[in-house]
């Protein structure tokens, strides 16, 4: 399986950048990276000044087994920093990224998703597009999803199969829903068909990957309205059963939140929904949590369950702003997604902006604590989101033992005379030379893209490149 | 002179898009434009089928004298769409686009903008960094800008040489600032040197393009408590004498505000500071407009002065929500401006989105009739801009009679097997090939960036174009 090919011991050589805390952005100008056949790093070396004799004779000098490593080298304006975690993301919705008009969450279902996630009976259809999106996704430097696939059990496999060849490490749902909110051509037939397809894809995406090293299952209701209470039930139950993880979604929009109510008239409340019927999990992820009330708040912490922020989502289609501030203030686990097609742009990059637009908006609304640095959106992009899925020991940044899960950055620099032919293909970010490390980050944070991650790597492996990434050269003793 | 160099008739053939008017776009899938040797549009057909042999039998037989006229073709999925206009731009704070850390608008000026500006006393520096900057504008489909300078009145001719040369059409203003706000190292020494400077570079543009058909100068007081009284008086008098545009900023930020009432302990409000200077004219451009009040409203309406929405500033560093919906249904004429380096963009296609963003915002806070819709936030990039800029017979749009100020958009095809490749050479947009034309439109507005524009003209002038611009093809009747 190309994922489980075999690679060479490496060593990344260049300034590397990644989360410290959640407000501290660590800067490694100098920084050695060595990772091993397995992709596991094994060891940070902050103070490498660069050069590749200087690193032949260090690596002799202080580690015998790296000296037939290969070398990948930053070259001009660039860092490493981690693989970014997208938390929360319907794959079979990206044909309709940027399609929301006017609508609001249960009009735009019913209006553009639906209708699209249905299409996905045709297996055609949805390899086409799931290799698209994992190319899409990757390209942007995401080196985790936790995907909400259909409701079919053929592509929902697809799109695992997919996931494991191309080495994007992923959590892959069914989607599950029984309810009538979701119209007859789109729903599952009954509680005992929710849970037999449920349980054959969790079961097929194990046959693929039996130690989900990269593809795992994960039991997905689609939201308290899309299910029956004894579907919901049946789910936590399954998801018990099989030591799974769950996704899915809380307090998006307030029509969505009354809607829950009328339908449980009995709960207490949304999140009760959930943990009323087995859902609330230290292995649950909750997408949006726009708008939970303190109780809500309490139960979600309790349970240990995992917040994901959709930040473009839920100002294209006008949820709300989710007080993150507040959140991390109690203690939740919070990462990051792009929630396509909600949302409107399949990158994490562009939703650590919209984090940081979303908590200016609270602030100019609220207070002045609610603004996100750049440093704490960063964070939910990349630990934080490990956390959010489960994988903090494993990535999110780069400390021994860590497996490499890591992104190249390139940036563009400014010629002398100001590159008057207007051609720009080092991508969008302009660096004129006098600009600090930090502010190089920054840079490439607010006006950085796709051009400017110029490789990728799950693992160790090498999962994406472009044109400008110029590989690994000789090794550390040739 | 280059901008001014001979052109030959074109017809540009494939599918239009222009607004019709605020609520509505028009799109001709069928188009073909005729433009002459002076960039005047001069037919524009909407149900004309692509093919070269077509147009060749449609020209003979409509239009004698288009038989020799070249000819442009889009091929795939794309469209022409008018220039955009960036009515609010500050070109020599492009280095710091992204910078702005934790500040808000009075110690972001003093952290990262003075000390730039004021090494533009640096010609070398000025044309590395105003080269560089009118080639990411163009490169982002902005034909016409509205620019901010620095106090120097030798680097500010040089932009409007630049933009000259480079045929962007561009409002060039030296900054006037010489109150003590500003620091001793970056000001202006007196009101006569204030006046002396801004007449000296009115002059100079005026002398290098003397009908103003691509570069007009702007006389450009900073802001209120930028300006001493007696400055602001002589810039109304000098703007007024020469017969010359006015750009400034107002109520951008609560702080401002206070500052301007202490300052201006006798005027009734900001916008009254500049009425009583002379400086609330037709030709004035405001920018930002966040807090106004009623009465600011009603004597900017009177005045016939222009809004600046500067979207993407006015949320990075935490000023506002300009009310946009109210100030059109008010009958404000209202444009986009990207204010860098306030905002982090140099895209008024951003800036497009970003201004949907703050009327979401706003709709989450107040009601929903605040949002903004696509086509709205289009009109306001192109006709709106136009009429910010007094260019409204010029440009904005496609009719016969206007010029031909232009971009050639192309979007990305998605293969039938889904670009297992993982490139994506036609940058960030994925066409299916389902889509209405209304969709393509939107998809390119909500995940487009400068990828997509592939070929830009202004006065019928091509101005930028990248390796995807196949070029003009043979003539009509070859």
Same mark, same amino acid.
């Given at each position: 399986m190309a994922a489980s090919a075999p690679i060479s011991k490496m060593i990344y050589v260049g300034p590397f950048v990644h989360s410290r805390s959640l407000t501290e952005l660590e800067i490694g100008e100098n920084g050695a990276i060595g990772v091993d056949e397995n992709g596991i790093i094994r060891f940070v070396e902050r103070d490498f000044h660069e050069g590749f004799e200087k690193l032949m004779a260090y690596v002799e000098e202080n +580690?015998?087994?790296? /000296?037939?490593a290969k070398v990948v080298k930053i070259e001009g304006n660039g860092f490493f920093f981690p693989g970014f975690i #997208?938390?929360? /993301?319907?794959?079979?919705?990206h044909p309709n %990224?940027?399609?929301? *008009? +006017?609508?609001?969450l249960l009009d735009w279902l019913k209006k553009y998703t639906f209708p699209m996630e249905s299409s996905f009976s045709s297996l055609p259809r949805a390899h086409r597009v799931y290799q698209n999106f994992v190319s899409r996704t990757l390209s942007h430097g995401t080196t985790t999803c936790s995907y909400f696939a259909t409701i079919h059990v053929p592509a929902t496999n697809a799109l695992a199969d997919i996931c494991l060849k191309r080495g994007q490490r992923a959590f892959v749902g069914r989607v599950c829903m029984n309810s009538d909110l979701s119209p007859e051509y789109y729903r599952d037939e009954s509680v005992e068909s929710s849970v037999r397809d449920s349980k054959a894809s969790i079961d097929y995406i194990r046959s693929i990957d039996p130690n989900g090293e990269i593809v795992k299952p994960i039991v997905t209701p689609r939201f308290s309205p899309s299910c029956t209470p004894d579907c919901l039930s049946a789910m936590g139950k399954l998801a018990q059963e099989t030591d799974t993880h769950i996704q899915t979604h809380i307090s998006e929009n307030k029509g969505e939140i009354a809607l829950v109510q009328e339908l449980f008239p !009995? !709960?207490?409340?949304y999140a009760d929904v959930y943990d009323t019927h087995g859902? $609330? %999990?230290?292995k649950t992820i909750l997408a949006h949590?726009?708008? $939970?009330s303190p109780q809500e708040r309490k139960i979600i912490l309790a349970r240990k369950s995992k917040i994901s922020h959709c930040p473009a989502s839920n100002t294209a289609i006008t949820s709300g702003c989710a007080p993150i501030r507040e959140l991390l203030n109690e203690g939740h686990t919070i990462g990051l997604g792009t929630d396509i097609s909600g949302g409107f742009h399949p990158s994490i990059l562009e939703n650590v902006r919209q984090a940081i637009w979303v908590s200016r908006h609270l602030a100019i609304t609220?207070?002045?604590?609610?603004k996100l640095s750049t440093e704490e959106a960063l964070y939910l992009a990349t630990r934080g989101g490990a956390a959010v899925v489960g994988l903090e020991e494993k990535v999110g940044g780069f400390e /021994? *033992? +860590?497996?490499?899960d890591a992104q190249m950055i390139q940036l563009g620099e400014v010629k002398q005379e100001g590159n008057e032919d207007g051609i720009?293909?080092?991508?969008p970010v302009d660096v004129f *030379?006098?600009?600090s490390w930090a502010e190089r980050v920054e840079k490439w944070v607010y006006s *950085? #893209?796709?051009?400017?991650?110029v490789a990728v790597w799950v693992r160790g492996r090498l999962v994406h490149n472009t044109s400008r990434y110029t590989g690994a050269e000789g090794t550390a003793a040739p």
């Open positions: +580690k015998d087994e790296w /000296v037939h #997208d938390t929360h /993301v319907h794959a079979p919705q %990224t940027g399609l929301f *008009g +006017k609508t609001t !009995s !709960s207490k409340s859902l $609330l %999990t230290p949590a726009v708008h $939970l609220t207070n002045d604590s609610a /021994v *033992g +860590k497996e490499w720009f293909e080092e991508g *030379g006098w600009e *950085g #893209d796709d051009r400017n991650t």
